[in-house]
């Protein structure tokens, strides 16, 4: 069952993984074990597939479009090239197995085109790419501290006007709820901690680009930051390999973990009281 010997103590039987353990963790995976340990036995050591959603093809469409901008030299970064690249974004992000996944119809399809191209034109409302000094584009960290190997590819790192590097995210869906609460910069604020190990610089500052709603949110970030973000990623690589030693990662359902979570059925056919 999904190659495993079955789930384990808790179902009174032993349990070892056939895979491996992975060679790294990155910012999203320990996002998934933080919120859920089983959700990332599923989708990392079983490697379970989740299906596309209409909001995660988005996302990675918009991603290809903006990363393909970023290629460009500063004079070519219009908002005309822009939209040239939403043609390509087709075939490089909406392969079979997503449209399926998604069931994309024509609707959909222009409907995703007139999403992003309104995003392309709020976003330069929002900053002007010609003027941005980015260090790296889809940027590939990879390091280990205190033997956890942490990995990760991070959307932009810019070099802000006052010398300062800033780590850039772009986001496609809604604002959240609490502007500045500490989930928001999780993600962000531990490949800050990747690029003060891997570059022996640390960012400066956090900014998310909410490119729907045309809105920026920043944050310091500090050396209590890094180390905080580091601490927790090593604590949990710990735990992720005596889970992984054991046979079994104990599921904690909450209506927040398991609302987005593609393994709600599994779960519940191993007994897990998953939140309706
Ligand atoms: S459905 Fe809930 S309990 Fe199951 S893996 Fe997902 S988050 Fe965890």
């Given at each position: 069952m999904f190659g495993v010997r079955?789930?384990?103590?808790?179902?009174?039987?032993?349990?070892?993984?056939?895979?491996?353990?992975?060679?790294?963790?990155?910012?999203?995976?320990?996002?998934?074990?933080?919120?859920?340990?089983?959700?990332?036995?599923?989708?990392?050591?079983?490697?379970?597939?989740?299906?596309?959603?209409?909001?995660s093809a988005k996302g990675r469409f918009v991603h290809y479009v903006f990363e393909s901008l970023f290629r460009l030299s500063p004079p070519e970064r219009t908002l005309e090239r822009t939209r040239e690249f939403i043609t390509p974004a087709v075939d490089a992000v909406l392969t079979e197995d997503v449209q399926?996944?998604?069931?994309?119809?024509?609707?959909?399809?222009?409907?995703?085109?007139?999403?992003?191209?309104e995003m392309i034109a709020t976003y330069f409302e929002m900053e002007d790419p010609s003027t941005v000094n980015q260090e790296g584009v889809e940027l590939r960290l990879g390091v280990t501290i205190d033997d956890t190997p942490l990995f990760g590819i991070l959307d932009r790192l810019d070099r802000d006007p006052d010398g300062s590097l800033v780590i850039v995210d772009y986001k496609t869906g809604g604002l959240p709820n609490r502007n500045y609460d500490s989930s928001t910069f999780a993600n962000a604020e531990l490949y800050a901690a990747l690029c003060q190990a891997k570059l022996g610089e640390r960012?400066?500052?956090?900014?998310?680009?909410?490119?729907?709603?045309?809105?920026?949110?920043?944050?310091?970030?500090?050396?209590?930051?890094?180390?905080?973000?580091?601490?927790a990623a090593v604590k949990a690589w710990a735990r992720i390999n005596r889970y992984y030693a054991d046979g079994e990662f104990p599921a904690t359902p909450s209506s927040n973990s398991c609302r987005f979570c593609s393994f709600k059925d599994i779960c519940r056919a191993n007994g897990v009281a998953v939140p309706r």
């Open positions: 079955d789930t384990g103590a808790a179902y009174g039987w032993e349990m070892t993984f056939e895979q491996p353990l992975p060679k790294s963790l990155s910012p999203s995976r320990l996002a998934d074990f933080q919120s859920c340990p089983r959700k990332y036995q599923h989708a990392s050591i079983e490697r379970i597939p989740q299906p596309a959603s209409y909001a399926v996944d998604i069931a994309m119809d024509d609707a959909m399809l222009a409907r995703l085109v007139a999403e992003t191209e960012p400066a500052r956090i900014r998310l680009l909410y490119v729907a709603q045309g809105q920026a949110i920043e944050r310091d970030v500090t050396d209590v930051v890094v180390s905080a973000r580091t601490d």
